[in-house]
């Protein structure tokens, strides 16, 4: 079953626009990571933020994490043609143990 | 360094066979993962090993699904009597330890025609 969701569905902007998009979970958690997946195969992981971690930066990437609210953003910011992928949030936790529940996943399209 | 390595890359196979997949996770990673990907159900979790102790095997859809983990390395999952919904790609996770960035493989397309 899916933990979360992700927020837009589907979101497409142009190359040198930010792209948020935002995940929402239902139980409590350890640790939320993002990945990207190009082309339906495998998964590259882009950033893990813990749940006692409010912000994290790696790059041109910026990552919240609101555990009163169960939810989390990934802003990417300058985006580039090759950042077209969807991305997914995915959660471990106390009950569940450390293998991760996925969100529903965005798809984003960047325009050149 | 090398990452997870998955084979076959595809797998067409008929209805009722038995599959193999493998897994090669990261040296040294005590973790390894399994999950699948298909258009109905999303990402799920399949079986979790971790160091010696028991599989976590609570995500294994029927008894058909089966796994071990050689050596503390290597990583077979086995389908038997192959149905039309085991379609899917199955990806594998490796992590130094639990509760840290998991690492996954490119993954394997399995159709069962």
């Known amino acids: 079953s899916q933990q979360g969701e992700e927020d837009p569905q589907a979101l497409s902007i142009q190359e040198g626009e930010n792209a948020t998009m935002n995940c929402s979970y239902k139980?409590?958690?350890?640790?939320l990571q993002w990945y990207r997946q190009n082309s339906g195969r495998g998964l590259v992981h882009l950033i893990l933020i813990r749940s006692n971690e409010r912000e994290k930066h790696s790059g041109r990437l910026r990552v919240t994490l609101d555990t009163s609210k169960k939810s989390s953003s990934l802003l990417i910011t300058a985006s580039r043609a090759a950042d077209t992928a969807s991305y997914f949030c995915a959660t471990d936790g106390a009950t569940s143990g450390s293998r991760l529940t996925f969100g529903e996943g965005t798809q984003l399209t960047v325009n050149p | 360094g090398a990452g997870v390595s998955q084979s076959p890359s595809n797998k067409v196979t008929e209805k009722g066979k038995d599959v193999e997949l493998r897994c090669d996770p990261i040296s040294g990673h005590t973790a390894l993962y399994w999950y699948r990907q298909s258009l109905g159900q999303g990402l799920e979790f399949l079986i979790y090993f971790q160091g010696n102790s028991a599989p976590d095997k609570s995500g294994l859809p029927s008894d058909r699904f089966s796994a071990e983990r050689t050596g503390g390395s290597v990583s077979t999952l086995t389908i038997q009597r192959t149905q039309q919904e085991d379609s899917a790609v199955y990806l594998c996770?490796?992590?130094?330890?639990?509760?840290?960035?998991?690492?996954f493989g490119p993954g394997t397309r399995l159709t069962v025609l």
């Open positions: 139980t409590s958690i350890n640790n």
């Open positions: 996770a490796s992590s130094p330890r639990p509760y840290n960035e998991q690492f």
